[in-house]
């Protein structure tokens, strides 16, 4: 793209010197009130390589990075880019200075096209039309140049997150960025997805841009960066080279404490059957038939884990089971029929009955962010007797309650007062999860449970799990992460298109054939 | 029905839809760019009464239209400190404006004239007259077409072909300069404007400065056109209505074009036919007067299909963290 310069945004610049760090910071600190989030960090990120960042939620890495991109102030420290002292007091200072950021959660125009949004903010003229066309030309050139193939008239919310993501990406190279920030990248995207970024970085990297990877993952930082900067609570507490290192080591680091990867388990005991469905289908209100006649049973004391390309109708079977959405069919709950529409099909009453629901999306329909830790401690029990007599909610006890609970479940901070908001993914799940699995449910319901979960708080929701089926319950994990489900389920059903693809022993399953099923192959065990 | 009386109706319609499209498209403005403005009634009082009062002082329509858009500016600023600098509730702040200008017209109004919260009847120099556009007096003898051109399209005042012609402006404003991408942007999603190194803040009080001075030439022209003086509440709820009209176009310039020209004609029609016969019942001038309004109340009811506002609308822009 050099040479077709976006709106004289920067001029681009010579080759830049392989001995010289794309980025050097010096000392930078910030602090948020009496939070420190970022102590004295320095780091160099050399020229033409991968460069990650890892650390747990809320270890200062956004806020690092946001100080690189002109969004916040660094306290004190310096910024230098190819060698030169570069203030950075804005976004646009960030663009001039050749850095380019893709946000964990885009920042797209939703119903703009691919185009419009490129263009933004670097029209190059009053008038839309000879930008748009220059932009045209020169996102042909870079399609070809780096495999981001997008249609550039497709409108943003019809296109598919990994596409999305694409069009952060030519965003910034758009705006002539060398280097590259991207903040937990393969959140939401599927494995091909996430496979496809890489080949992309890879790509980029090798055209000489500099690329900074922020991640929790460390399968993602062994697999594809050149060096790796460990962050724990606003510190910088190693840079290493990938391959000279483990993801055990990165993990202590990370963590401060050794931590087990793995999921130890013993082998399941199942027991009767607690959950029989028979062919339940359900119609969205765009009259698209999201399930297609499911069918699965779990028994007591085993994981059922539903894989499946995130889309596939595995949301609406939990949204069902969990009370939150009408179907016709059969669900029997330890052999009782249990109501799939009408009055009884709620939230609460499948709560009664002792189906417990840890939804896909805590932070919508897990969790009222806004209201504090002990509220939230209650929702979908609150009828219970100990909870409230009539209308009138016993807080005080509700609130003692909620701050052992807290500490049971290791909530960071444990104080019940503060707002579900102000605690990371991980502690948010950690109030969710507590409050669904403590009165004991004959089944649980958990969709994904360690997205936006931090390395450590990941182990701990591991462990709940797996103590709840040993303790005889019967769980329905959903998760698209299929690294989780085969780490944690006893047998694995993959739905595609609304329906089960095939089931099979987690003993037995491989990620290829369970991928397979995932693309809608049925294999010899479909069901 | 002869051709005269409909359009005497048609003509009537423009007149009345024209204050409602100027406020249509200041709202659209305003939303667009994502600050809910609900104090369109109020700018357009505020710009009444102080077009009506200065041009009755100095005897000239210009500087009344100049003082007009002065005073909807400035609760136009008013708006903007309230919900863009200290990122208060748009509704709230906009229905203050509203009874702020509902209060401070009359109170200023009567220690000002003493005439019971009127302003003096405006003279014809303080008053936008009919433009009889070019040849008009001598295609009027044509038939159909010379009474269409008379009768219609000329005889209007200077407002009505501004407000005519700010339907096209606006629509090439949003949709093909710079400025109208980031104004959609920013009613869409800010974070991508600020990302990408645009002032949201700058560019909201653009829109909405933008929609002050449309809804001072709205209430100037009910003042100093429509009417001849500033009389209580003269905007009886229009600022209203060009809401649902706004509704109604779901946030586009031509549509919106259309919906004001749909309220303006039941204006018109409550306004000629007092009582209308239906033969075994006479429509009653209440419900006559009260079918603008009721078509309000259908529109917002939702029976109109899905309108999708500016997703950003309503929310002040908070970075993250």
Redesign the interface.
Known sequence: MTGQNANGARQATAAPDPQVPAIELRGISKA?GPVQANKDISMRVMPGTIHGIIGENGAGKSTLMSIL?G?YKADAGEIMISGRPTLIP???A??AAGIG?V?QHF??????TVL??I?????G?????P?LAKARAALKSLAEEYELNVDPDAVIEDIGVGQQQRVEIL?ALYRQADILILDEPTGVLTPAEADHLFRILRNLRDEGKTIILITHKLREIMEITDTVSVMRRGEMTATVKTAETSPEQLAELMVGRKVLLRVEKAPATPGKPVLEVENLRVVDAAGVERLRGVSLNIRAGEVLGLAGVAGNGQSELLEVLGGMMPATGQVLLNGQPIPLSGPHADGQSRRAAGIAHVPEDRQRKGLIMDYAAWENSVFGYHRDPAIGRGPLMRNAAILEHAEQQMQRFDVRPPNPRLAAKNFSGGNQQKVVLAREIERGPDLLLIGQPTRGVDIGAIEFIHQQIIALRDAGKAILLVSVELDEIMALSDRIAVIFDGRIMGEVPADQATAQELGLMMAGVATGKAA | MDLLTVLQVLDSTVRLATPLLLACLAGMFSERAGIFDIGLEGKMLAAAFFSAAIAAVTGSVWIGLGAGILASLSLSGLHGLASITFRGNQLISGVAINFLAAGLTVLIAQSWFQQGGRTPALLSGGRFGPITLPGAEALREVPVLGPIYYELISGHSILVYVAFACVPLTWWIL????????L??VG??P????????SVIRLRYAAVLICGLLCGIAGAYLATALQAGFVQDMTAGRGYIALAALIFAKWRPLQALYATLLFGFLQAIALRYQNLDLGFFTLPVQAMDALPYILTVVILAGFIGKAVPP?AGGEPYV???
């Open positions: 948020f991109y969004f804005d976004s646009q960030a663009i950021m946000f920042k797209l125009v939703e119903n703009f419009e949004n263009i933004l903010g670097v029209e003229g009053g008038l839309l039309r930008s965003k | 949709y093909r300069t710079r400025f109208g991408l980031r959609r942007a869409e999603n974070e991508a404007v600020d990302t990408a190194g645009i997703r970075k993250e963290r």
